[in-house]
T-cell receptor, first 114, second 111 residues
C-alpha cells in the first residue's frame, strides 16, 4: 500500500497552461507539504497544511495555489505555467509539524513545461 | 535561505568501504534529520537526531551531531550497491517550524 501517492508521475505541458497535481496520504497524518526539487536536487518547501489549515506559505508566485479538501489530501494547482516551473514536485506528510516528526514523501511528479 | 549544506557533493566508493558525508548548518536547531533519495523516487527518512544528542546508530548508519560546530556527519559502514543514492540532511530552525533541506550528497557504490 502506497503511503503517500501523487498523480500524475509525469506531466508535460506548454507554457501558459493550467495544471493540477494531486496528493493523498493514508497514514492518518495531520500535516502535508509540497516541496519543489530543482535540477540541482535542491529541495525547497512551498506550502504546508495542518488539519486543512495553511501553516507555511513560502515565497511562491501566486500562480501556485494549494487546496486541502481534507487532511488526507493536498492538491497543487498551477496557473499560467512558465518554463521555470519545470521541476519535480514532491508531496509529503508528517504526524506532527515536521520538526520532530519524520516526513513521508511521495515519489514525485516531474513537470516539464515546453 | 538554505539552512543545511552537504559535503561532498558527490562520493564514489567500492562496495564494502565506508562512506562519510557531512552537513553544516547556520542557525541553532531543535533536531537534524537525514534522508535518502534513490533515483526517480521520493525521499526516505533514515535518522532523526535531537540537539541534545551527540551520536545515534541505526543498523549500518551512524550519525553524529556537533552543535558547537553546527555540523553533522552520516557514516554508512560496509556499503552495498543498494546504498547508491543521494543523501540529504534536513534541519529546522529553533524558532521556525520549516524543515529545510540541502542539495544532498550523491553516493555511488561500485560493485
Amino acid at each position: 500500500d502506497t503511503a503517500v501517492s501523487q498523480t500524475p508521475k509525469y506531466l508535460v505541458t506548454q507554457m501558459g497552461n493550467d495544471k493540477s497535481i494531486k496528493c493523498e496520504q493514508n497514514l492518518g497524518h495531520d500535516t502535508m507539504y509540497w516541496y519543489k526539487q530543482d535540477s540541482k536536487k535542491f529541495l525547497k518547501i512551498m506550502f504546508s497544511y495542518n488539519n486543512k489549515e495553511l501553516i507555511i506559505n513560502e515565497t511562491v508566485p501566486n500562480r501556485f495555489s494549494p487546496k486541502s479538501p481534507d487532511k488526507a489530501h493536498l492538491n497543487l494547482h498551477i496557473n499560467s505555467l512558465e518554463l521555470g516551473d519545470s521541476a519535480v514536485y514532491f508531496c509529503a506528510s508528517s504526524l506532527g509539524t515536521g520538526i520532530n516528526s519524520p516526513l513521508h514523501f511521495g515519489n514525485g511528479t516531474r513537470l516539464t513545461v515546453t | 535561505s538554505q539552512q543545511g549544506e552537504e559535503d561532498p557533493q558527490a562520493l564514489s566508493i567500492q562496495e564494502g568501504e565506508n562512506a562519510t558525508m557531512n552537513c553544516s548548518y547556520k542557525t541553532s536547531i531543535n533536531n537534524l534529520q537525514w534522508y535518502r533519495q534513490n533515483s526517480g523516487r521520493g525521499l526516505v527518512h533514515l535518522i532523526l537526531i535531537r540537539s541534545n544528542e551527540r551520536e545515534k546508530h541505526s543498523g549500518r548508519l551512524r550519525v553524529t551531531l556537533d552543535t558547537s560546530k553546527k555540523s553533522s556527519s552520516l557514516l554508512i559502514t560496509a556499503s552495498r550497491a543498494a546504498d547508491t543514492a543521494s543523501y540529504f540532511c534536513a534541519t529546522d530552525r529553533n524558532n521556525d517550524y520549516k524543515l529545510s533541506f540541502g542539495a544532498g550528497t550523491t553516493v555511488t557504490v561500485r560493485a
